[in-house]
């Protein structure tokens, strides 16, 4: 286990200087939308929250840490907060093969296409689309949690965005919960799966889903997904974890314990692999780290787009 | 007489109807019922030869052990099978023979 | 009494396998069918149930048998089960005889011994049976008429319902007010009704009733009599003019509504009559109900208390060899059922009154068991009440404390700390003292009431006679059984005044015939009889008039006799004898359990 | 020996919700967490309740090891909400780290 | 169907159980007439399905089937059994605020005058069903008395599993089988109402954090009052999933009481009695299997049972104080529980032979809409005066006495039942003498 201390100034300190947690410029993440004319503007905001994009840089650094966790070059980590967050992110993002970067923007081209596909009018702005924060929160700095959020919140308001489309979990919680909370500024936030409006249809098909924490959990929103795939004719498998009682995939441990994350990882793949079914995820964190462990994981949105 | 011929008459076409009206359930519980016959007696051929565990007897004739002891619970109460001696954790069972009749089941 | 032989059947039970898991049932029944004087011999596996029963009737109808013996539990249990049986076949319930052979053979023996014994003691009734005649009940008329000894919340509500039913009541208090224990509370958990508004509206109906008198401030000498026909002496307080009053009550059933007391430790338990800031519950409530505090914290004499530490089962849940026992040996095994919300009802009052009053309960298992106490529990950690959890064998101790601000230090090994030793400063600590049934020894043994080992009298079947006592006539109701708080008092009232009204609703009562008979031509009017006989007024000497000769001779009172037996013990002609247990029926049970032939 | 203190439970308001004394100590919490096989969060929130506040300190770096999953929060009988705990338990750490 | 069928009491007692005998019994011994309505097929209620009953360890049949009979020939007492309420409440017609309830006679396709309780027709049905009286862990037929010592002796045909195939018919020696009886409805007048209605369990199945039902060897409380009782399933304690004799049996306490997240916040009050006393008859039956429970406050408040607790302990059940947190299906057929060890060493993972969920307590009847009686925040019936009489509802002439009024054990339920008679009894002295 790392020092939490020095994680946390490392993010604190990332998010300080570059709004993203990994340090890492948005423009060399943020490279999706680049390939679609996407409106700009809409009665919905798509905001990614910038998550889906950092997954594969995630991982890298992952990786780099797993070499060092519980060494003594652990300790050294105190020093790297005071490495420019830009240098350190770019670096990582060096580190990362661009074919890992383009495949971790792929959900997200899906949502896109599945969200003009159910006639939903939305538009995306890459200018407005700015990392939550969320990760500060949940590592207990607050203070930089909230003076991040401020600003998202506050251009978002300034652009005068009332209704928002998110992607993932943790930006979900963090717009629709944390958001009125700490920054006295609050948007209508759906998940993009509650808005999708399709035929319905019988692919006979039958997936496991693993519901991420804060959809299943937080904002009680695994039956929304459930509707959605029955109503594809895509039947999803009874197991113990499921729903409410969702278990946690490992993903957020990553940076504090990379062995820890990987032990909670193994024991969700193989509850999630019993049934033998292909295994459908629903968050960016989930996705990567249920992949780490060698399951044979898709993204809902994957699954959607294929059979929509 | 007539008068009771008659009565049956109606009677058989009253049942007529009824059968007609539950033609579901009564398909749905005679399948059961041959599901039910054929177990039994599977259970009751293997003990012909042995008593014999729960275990031993599903491993036998192919039935999970919790249905096998549901089956098994069932032809005690109605006196078809007795339990014998314990060997380890389980119970023997036995045919009940001869088979007597059911007056004397579940005193 | 005819000597002929009889036709017994003879029904044995299984009870579900408490007997038949050690007596071989079957094998009993083939033993018992050869047994001289048995027509039929049968078994079922509840022999009480209604099947079980209508073999019985069905055997008598036909004629098969004309005495029934049936092998079961205790007569205690079901004798009255059978007699009904008997008595809808439209045969006499007393041609009955019930052999127990659950407590008295599979309960207490295994394998061949207990099937031995089992058809022995069968045998021994079927001979007993073969002598028992049709006898009829005896009919008393009942005074409807009620009393209560006890004026607490149950005395006075059982008090309210009998009299509401038509039947006359009168109501003892041995002190100068009526309410008892809840006189002593403030606001009752769980849902927070003020005790004196409650005893307020249960007065008000009491006082105002026409059919209710009260004795308070007096003393009961003496209770004779029986069932419908009681009598209490009872002794006021001298008046004014230094009398005491003498008040004699006859009545038809007695209703025992004593009550309890609250536990008082003994000197130095947790500190207490040491240091002055360790009090009991019952100090803290009148406290409460005084409620001299100001301000923000609650005050005891004149002290703005900050941090008190709340004990609980003090007096309660006692275990041999880890708690003292009293002077007269007494430990207080038992729950006291109450305090525990008791305690959390004080606790949520101070906290929400008194936000600068902290507060440490240290309890062993809390038992919120009522409709409303856990959400009693559940609103004390919402009031940031600490919980610490210590064993029985691990005490909370009291020591000096080292600062003026907390005269004392509570030290406990916390459970709920991973058993760490914590130390509680503290300027007041509550003892949660339990129930103690009020002492009533000498009403119960001049009435015959038995005591239970924890002290609190001894009902007898908590399901299936809960209000009742062996004596006729005589039930309990409150406190005096076990603790139990307001709500379950007057429940417990109700149950015994529902059985005081259906007891005395005939204006009769019929008891068990099993009572002396004198053979007129045998009494030679010695008068031994008298002279043994245990329960004064049922046996005399009266003179009668034969062919102009007077003659001494026995005569009793059927419904005073207890049917002991002492005269036909005595008497030198065996001219009384017991009716259902004559001597000639002892010497053929002994016959029959002697005789070899019916063990194997 | 410790001596309990209520005072921490005031202090912690300033970090977290006030919910940490209504836990009645069952252990769910704990029992149920995916993440960590320890007395964990029950052992955090009992040193709560009696004020341990040393005791957290020393063990703080255990609470970054929790990843708000929520389970504990979602099985609590009590309402009592161990997540936020935890979470105000960071952030109360944390900013006693940045004032050290 | 409207039937003017009426039929005129002084009481009627919903619910058979032991509340509503006891309530019946203290009314019909003070000359009352006393209608007792039952939903099931016997009257007897949860009671009679149990094994032994604290702190006295009698058998619950010894006790219950002697109230059952009695009841059943009390001349001032009606039994109806295997009926439904359709409405209850205050008779609007005239000048007397009387009771008036509509019944439906459900149908047992038997005629209750001509059978005579023989079971020829139960032999020869080839239909089993699960017998629900035994858990289901065993079967009955499709036409079946629904247990040996049922009141009344009377068999009820499972239309939803028969074949119609005419066995039963045929070997009736009375012609007591009519497959085309009808429901009939039929109305309850009089003066006074007690409602007796008893609980319910909460459904394992329900139970995400103990595997819904769905890991082998893991039953609910009544599940085992059935495997320890006389005439259980197997005639002995043997594990459902395979007929093993358990070695290691664990009691979950609290499993859906006193937690908001899994059932209801109250106490269910019984729980912790009832554990002891079977893991007591365990270990007479099974001396050598290790017997567990897992509690967060052992409440043993009445009388006699802190001393039954203290012997239980004696006896060297052990008790171990955490909630357990969930369950999981263990190696061969074993079932793994999952707890914190509060003394501070960590978390306990156990497996266990048999599991046995201490299930939460809720009512067995909600008055909506057939009764406009209030209920509380508990879903049990609102005891309008809980001190000076708890068995008062806000219905003039209704009454409510066991678990109906929350859960209750049977020594205060039966207690109870003689306080609600009381209050009945009084209600028509006071009726009378206003009139």
């Known amino acids: 286990m790392f020092n939490p201390r020095d994680i946390i100034e490392i993010l604190a300190a990332n998010v300080r200087q570059t709004k993203s947690p990994f340090g890492i410029p948005k423009f060399m993440v943020n490279t999706w939308y680049k390939d679609h004319s996407l409106p700009k503007e809409g009665e919905y905001l798509l905001f990614t929250g910038l998550m889906y994009q950092f997954s594969p840089f995630i991982e890298t650094s992952t990786q780099y840490l797993e070499k060092y966790e519980d060494t003594k070059t652990a300790d050294y980590l105190k020093y790297a907060k005071w490495v420019p967050g830009y240098i350190s992110g770019m670096g990582l993002a060096m580190m990362t093969k661009g074919k890992e970067k383009r495949k971790a923007g792929q959900p997200l081209k899906n949502i896109a296409y599945l969200l003009q596909k159910s006639k939903v009018n939305f538009g995306y702005r890459p200018d407005l689309d700015n990392y939550s924060g969320i990760l500060l929160y949940d590592m207990g700095d607050q203070k930089g949690f909230v003076a991040h959020a401020k600003k998202v919140a506050q251009k978002l308001k300034n652009a005068g965005i009332k209704k928002i489309i998110t992607t993932d979990p943790h930006t979900a919680y963090a717009l629709k919960e944390l958001f009125p909370k700490y920054t006295g500024i609050s948007f209508d936030v759906k998940p993009y799966f509650e808005l999708l409006n399709f035929e319905p249809k019988d692919c006979g098909l039958e997936v496991t889903l693993h519901d991420p924490c804060f959809f299943g959990r937080y904002l009680k929103a695994s039956d929304i997904t459930r509707k959605q795939l029955s109503n594809m004719g895509i039947s999803v498998t009874n197991i113990r974890n499921q729903g409410e009682f969702t278990s946690c995939c490992g993903g957020p441990a990553e940076s504090i314990s990379p062995s820890l994350s990987n032990e909670i990882m193994d024991k969700r793949a193989t509850e999630l692999e019993e049934p033998g079914k292909p295994i459908i995820a629903y968050c960016p964190i989930c996705l990567g780290n249920l992949k780490k462990s060698g399951a044979a994981v898709e993204d809902l949105s994957t699954l959607l787009a294929r059979h929509a | 007489m007539k008068t009771i011929n008659k009565d049956k008459e109606a009677k058989k076409t009253a049942m007529k109807e009824l059968r007609g009206l539950r033609k579901n359930l009564i398909a749905a519980a005679s399948s059961t019922m041959k599901i039910q016959k054929k177990d039994m007696a599977a259970i009751k051929t293997f003990l012909k030869g042995e008593a014999a565990t729960i275990p031993e007897i599903s491993a036998r004739i192919d039935m999970p052990t919790d249905k096998t002891l549901w089956y098994m619970a069932t032809l005690k109460k109605y006196g078809q099978i007795i339990e014998g001696e314990k060997e380890g954790a389980f119970f023997k069972y036995s045919l009940n023979e001869p088979e007597k009749t059911q007056e004397k089941a579940e005193a | ?600 | 020996m410790s001596l309990v203190n209520l005072d921490f439970a005031e202090e912690l308001k300033e970090y977290s919700g006030d919910t940490a004394l209504e836990c009645f100590n069952c252990g769910t919490c704990a029992a149920i967490c995916p993440l960590v096989n320890d007395n964990f969060p029950r052992r955090m929130i009992r040193y709560i309740q009696v004020g341990a506040r040393e005791k957290i300190l020393e063990n703080s770096d255990e609470l970054w090891r929790c990843l708000h999953c929520g389970l504990c929060t979602h099985t609590c009988p009590r309402e009592a909400d161990p997540g936020e705990i935890i979470l105000g338990l960071k952030r109360f750490v944390l900013a006693n780290w940045r004032k050290s | 169907m409207v039937s003017t069928h009426i039929k005129n009491f002084d009481t009627l007692v919903v619910g058979g159980g032991i509340a509503g005998l006891q309530t019946a019994l203290d009314l019909g011994d003070q000359g009352y007439r006393v209608a007792v309505v039952e939903k099931d097929a016997s009257i007897g209620g949860k009671m009679i399905r149990l094994s032994k009953v604290f702190p006295t360890l009698d058998c619950a049949s010894c006790i219950t089937t002697p109230k059952m009979s009695a009841v059943a020939h009390h001349e001032n007492i009606t039994l109806f059994t295997y009926c439904e309420l359709n409405s209850l409440d205050h008779d609007g017609s005239g000048e007397s605020q009387g009771i008036k309830a509509l019944i439906t006679q459900n149908p047992r396709y038997v005629d209750p005058v001509k059978c005579i309780g023989c079971r020829q027709c139960e032999y020869v049905c080839p239909v089993h069903i699960p017998d629900m009286e035994q858990g289901g862990l065993s079967a009955t037929k499709a036409i079946s008395i629904p247990f040996s010592n049922a009141i009344p002796q009377l068999p009820i045909m499972d239309i939803e599993n028969c074949m119609l195939c005419g066995q039963c018919e045929k070997a009736c020696p009375t012609n007591a089988i009519d497959y085309f009886q009808k429901p009939e409805e039929f109305t309850i007048t009089a003066k006074t109402a007690v409602i007796t209605t008893g609980f319910d369990l909460l459904a394992v199945k329900d139970n995400v954090q103990y595997g819904n039902g769905r890991i082998p060897n893991v039953i609910d409380s009544l599940q085992m009052e059935r495997l320890l009782a006389p005439h259980g399933p197997y005639n002995r304690v043997l594990r459902p999933s395979d007929g093993m004799e358990p070695d290691s049996i664990a009691y979950v306490q609290c499993a859906g009481s006193r937690d908001k997240s899994m059932g209801v916040s109250y106490c269910s009050r019984v729980c912790c009695m009832y554990a002891i006393k079977q893991a007591m008859l365990l270990s007479g039956s099974l001396p050598l299997a290790d017997i567990i429970i897992y509690y967060m406050d052992i409440r043993a408040f009445g009388k006699g049972y802190e001393q039954f607790y203290q012997n239980a302990k004696a006896m060297g059940i052990e008790f171990v104080k955490a909630k357990v947190a969930r369950i999981d299906k263990g190696e061969n057929g074993s079932a793994q529980v999952r707890y914190e060890l509060q003394d501070g060493s960590g978390i306990a993972t156990t497996d266990h032979d048999l599991v046995v969920l201490s299930m939460g307590m809720v009512p067995g009847w909600n008055p909506e809409p057939i009764c406009p009686v209030s209920k509380d925040s508990d879903q049990f019936i609102t005891s309008i005066k809980p001190k000076i009489s708890p068995v008062l509802t806000n219905m003039d002439g209704l009454f409510v006495a066991g678990a109906a009024a929350g859960p209750k054990d049977i020594v205060d339920t039966i207690t109870e039942s003689g306080s609600a008679a009381m209050e009945a009894a009084k209600f028509m002295s006071k009726s009378l003498m206003e009139n």
């Not at chain 3, 109501?171 to 307020?200: C, M, T, W, Y």
């Not at chain 3, 006291?336 to 906290?351: E, P």
């Not at chain 3, 049917?563 to 004898?577: L, Q, R, T, Y």
Request: glycine letters at 8%; aromatic letters at 6%.
């Open chain 3, 1 to 600: 009494m005819s000597e002929k032989n009889q036709n017994v059947g003879v029904y044995i039970c299984y009870c579900g396998g408490n007997i038949s898991d050690h007596v071989d049932v079957e094998e009993v029944r083939n033993r018992v069918e050869k047994m001289p004087g048995v027509a039929v011999a049968r078994t079922e596996m509840f022999m009480c149930s209604d099947p079980g029963q209508e073999m019985i009737i069905e055997d008598l109808k036909s004629g098969k048998i004309d005495r029934v013996v049936v092998a079961s539990c205790a007569p205690s249990l079901h004798e009255t089960t059978f007699r009904d049986a008997i008595k809808r076949a439209g045969s006499n319930p007393f041609i009955y005889e019930h052999a127990n052979i659950r407590e008295q053979v599979s309960w207490v023996h295994h394998g061949d011994t207990a099937t031995d014994k089992a058809s022995v003691l069968i045998a021994s009734a079927t001979a007993k049976a073969k002598l028992l005649k049709p006898l009829e009940p005896i009919r008393v008329e009942a005074k409807k008429h009620t009393t209560i000894i006890g004026g607490g919340v149950a005395g006075i509500k059982t008090a309210l319902d009998i009299a509401q039913k038509g039947i006359e009541v009168t109501l003892i208090e041995k002190s100068p007010v009526l309410g008892g224990q809840l006189n002593n509370l403030d606001r009752l958990a769980p849902f927070g009704e003020k005790a004196s508004d409650i005893l307020q509206e249960l007065l008000d109906q009491i006082l105002n009733h026409k059919g209710i008198t009260i004795h308070t401030d007096c003393k009961i000498e003496d209770v004779t009599g029986y069932v419908g026909n009681f009598s209490l002496d009872i002794v006021t307080k001298p008046d004014n003019n230094n009398i005491n009053k003498k008040i004699t009550i006859d009545t038809g059933a007695i209703v025992m509504a004593t009550g309890s007391v609250s536990y008082i430790p003994f000197d130095g338990e947790y500190g207490f009559g040491r240091h002055k800031e360790v009090i009991t519950l019952k100090d803290l409530i009148h406290i409460l109900k005084e409620n001299k505090s100001s301000g923000t914290a609650l005050e005891v004499n004149g002290k703005r208390i900050k941090n008190m530490v709340m004990i609980h089962c003090v007096g309660s849940r006692q275990i041999p060899g880890i708690h003292h026992p009293k002077e007269n040996g007494q430990l207080n095994e038992y729950c006291s059922r109450t305090c525990c919300a008791a305690m959390l009802n004080a606790s949520n009052q101070i906290r929400a009154n008194f936000p600068e009053t902290g507060i440490y309960e240290m309890y062993r298992d809390i038992r919120t068991y009522g409709r409303g106490q856990e959400e009693l529990y559940n609103q004390a950690s919402k009031n940031k009440v600490v919980f610490m959890r210590y064993d029985a064998d691990a005490q909370p101790e009291i020591t000096l404390g080292s600062s003026s601000d907390y005269p004392l230090l509570v030290k406990i090994k916390d459970s709920l700390t991973f058993n760490e030793q914590m130390e509680v400063p503290a300027d007041l600590v509550v003892l949660a003292t339990g129930i103690e049934p009020d002492d009533v020894s000498d009403l119960a043994s001049m009435m015959k009431l038995p005591i239970g080992t924890d002290k609190f009298l001894l009902e007898v079947h908590p399901k299936l006679r809960p209000v009742e006592f062996p004596i006729t006539g005589v039930f309990l109701a409150g406190t005096c059984q076990a603790p139990m708080d307001v709500g379950e008092a007057c429940n417990a009232a109700g149950a015994a005044a529902v059985k005081a009204s259906a007891l005395l609703s005939k204006g009769y009562i019929e008891l068990d015939p099993f009572v002396a008979q004198v053979d007129m031509d045998k009494c030679q009017g010695h008068g031994a009889c008298v002279e043994a006989c245990l329960k004064e007024g049922a046996l005399e000497l009266t003179e009668v008039n034969i062919e102009g000769k007077i003659h001494k001779k026995a005569r009793v009172t059927a419904a005073m006799c207890l049917g002991c037996g002492a005269c036909a013990a005595v008497c030198p002609e065996k001219a009384i004898d017991i009716n259902g247990w004559a001597l000639k029926q002892y010497e053929d049970m002994v016959d029959a359990i002697v005789s070899d032939g019916f063990a194997a």
